[in-house]
């Protein structure tokens, strides 16, 4: 038979399918050759799901008799056969004595040839079902395998939604915890911030009206003690008034005790400037002494206001220039302690006066 299409590079099952071939033919070394190979195309067959058909040569032949001729040759195109194939003596016909023999040895050879075919159809047939179960084992165990692998990989990405749910809705928990705590924490620091700021005015009412009252208190108390202070300086400046006067009334005593002793001490000086001249003249001496005992009792008696001692006086009575010397500064001494104590007088009433007045307007 000749090739019509290209060959290519057999399969696993052709391979086992030529061995099988080539076992068998070893099998049956006095019949004809072994079968060419038969041609491959490229593409791939078509599955048929045709089982072999049995083989019956005689009841095939018997019932080939009662079938037309283009009924049997129809039977034999479907079988494989070829018209050439034919014996003479399947078709009573055509078969004559003289080619029994090699009618026979035809027929023998398409015998072997279908037997060798059906063997051949029934080794690939249990050889594909084998294959077929084997692929449909690999097939299913990678099912398995693959719905194995997508099963826990389901589990597993349920487990991670299920932990990614959980952290959301934890997360969710504690942000709005946070925002809670921290609403609360603005409304409790407005309201505090509102108390504080109501209390606040409040105790800074409070606060003023306690400082204005101890203002009053601290006024009324100035008040008291400045109404006690001017009693006090009124006080004191009626009794300096007092003292004033009887001041006033000292010196006037004292002024006139001055010039009666100024007019006596001027008498007795006279009297001795008299004796003196009376002793110069040649007078007597009881006239001297009797004006000197006078004069004596004068001074004193002046000696008793502050005037000069008697013992200068009586010192004196030698020295008229000495005695009117002593007068004249005793006079002088007198003055000036006149003039200091009126001068003293006046500034303790102008000084309580001015203290009075400062205190006032303190």
Known sequence: MAMNCETRSLSSLELLLAKLQQSSDEQYDDGPPALPPRPVVRARRPRTP??????????????????????????????????????????????????????????VEIIQRCYHGHQARLYYHELKRAA????????????????????????????????????????????GWLTRRQFEKEMTSHMNSRHTTSHGSKDEDTKMLVDLRRRLQISET?????????????????????????????????????QDQVTTLKTSL???????????????????????????????????????????????????????????????EYKTRLQGVKSALKHLRYGCCSGGGGRRRA
């Not at 398995?144 to 934890?170: N, S």
């Open 270 to 332: 006279a009297a001795i400037k008299r004796s003196q001249i009376v002793a110069d003249n040649g007078s007597p001496r009881i006239a001297t002494s009797s004006v000197a005992h006078y004069d004596g009792e004068l001074l004193a008696n002046v000696g008793t206001t502050d005037g000069p001692s008697q013992e200068n006086v009586g010192a004196g009575k030698g020295d008229p220039q000495k005695l009117k010397l002593r007068f004249k500064a005793w006079n002088k």
């Open 222 to 258: 100035a008040l008291a003690r400045a109404n006690d202070e001017n009693a006090s300086l009124k006080r004191y400046i009626s009794d300096c008034d007092k003292r004033l006067e009887e001041y006033e009334s000292k010196m006037q005593s004292l002024e006139k005790t001055w």
């Open 50 to 107: 045709k089982r072999p058909r049995p083989f019956h040569l005689q009841g095939n032949y018997t019932g080939c008799r009662d079938l037309d001729d283009g009924e049997i040759d129809d039977l034999f195109g479907s079988r494989g056969i070829a018209e050439g194939d034919l014996l003479d003596s399947d078709l009573p016909e055509k078969i004559s004595d003289n080619e029994k023999e090699v009618e026979i040895q035809k027929g």
């Open 132 to 175: 077929i179960a084997l692929q449909s084992f690999v097939r299913g165990e990678n099912a398995r395998k693959d719905y194995q692998q997508a099963v826990t990989r389901k589990e597993e990405d349920d487990k991670r939604l299920e932990k990614l749910r959980a952290i959301i809705c934890l997360q969710s928990g504690i942000r």
